[in-house]
């Protein structure tokens, strides 16, 4: 079966470009050149290149890696948290789900 490739929305490339250059800004503000990063983080440099471009092909464990050695890895557990503000969603918590499940068509 043929691999697809699918371009990302103009905003979840944008989003990834903004990512990279703050991961870059914050590389440079804890004084460390992209070689000591990857050094630290047990990366190549050219994924942390990859991830300051804010490249599409890295992997989430690459980026949690590069989080985690700049001192900024509590950032990420934010990202799609449940808020206290959605009390619909929280007094329904037990009833969402594990798995969900389409039928196929015939």
Do not use: C, H
């Not at 070689?35 to 991830?51: C, D, N, P, W, Y």
């Not at 037990?94 to 015939?106: A, L, N, Q, S, T």
């Amino acid at each position: 079966m043929a691999s697809r490739f699918y371009p990302l929305p103009i905003e979840v490339n944008q989003t990834l470009v903004e990512l990279g250059q703050r991961v870059a800004l914050r590389r440079r503000l804890a004084d460390m050149t992209q070689a000591e990063l990857a050094e630290q983080v047990g990366l190549g440099i050219s994924t942390i290149t990859a991830i300051e471009r804010g490249e599409q092909g890295t992997s989430i464990g690459a980026i949690g890696r590069v989080l985690w050695g700049l001192d900024i890895l509590s950032d990420l557990d934010s990202i799609a948290i449940l808020r206290a503000d959605e009390p619909l969603l929280l007094d329904r918590i037990d009833e969402i789900p594990k798995r969900i499940r389409k039928r196929r068509k015939k």
